[in-house]
């Protein structure tokens, strides 16, 4: 399509009410986003960045993937159509996959690359 461009990112999203921390947020966000329940998880990045009102603090996990049924997605970006397709894209844990895709944000793109290969060991 004209005017769009392809990137790739991670499942993700705000913490809302009724989320009892981060890793129920990510628990949430995982089902909504591509339908799949996760293992344990652990943060490994934080980004804090200054915003207009409010400092954005994204944090990411690491988390294995139990199961995955795209049936069950239910997030309502599903339905608008100007924030992309949620297609979930398996991509192996190495640099060279890593390099391959245009991952945002970029510190997480670098931080995967960096690290990418120790974790697939």
């Known amino acids: 399509m004209a005017g769009w461009h392809l990137f790739y990112t991670t499942v993700g999203g705000g913490v809302e009410a009724e989320d009892a921390d981060l890793e129920a947020a ?66 192996a844990l190495d640099g060279p996959a890593m390099r391959a895709l245009e991952l945002h944000p970029p510190e997480l793109a670098d931080y995967l690359q960096e690290h990418a290969e120790t974790w697939g060991a």
């Open 26 to 91: 990510l628990r949430r966000e995982a089902m909504e986003e591509i339908g799949a329940t996760i293992g344990p998880a652990s943060e490994f990045l934080t980004l804090t960045e200054p915003g207009d009102k409010v400092t954005v603090v994204q944090h990411f996990f690491r988390a294995d993937v139990v199961d995955i049924d795209l049936n069950r997605r239910s997030g309502p970006e599903l339905d608008d159509p100007d924030v992309g397709d949620f297609s979930p894209v398996r991509v």
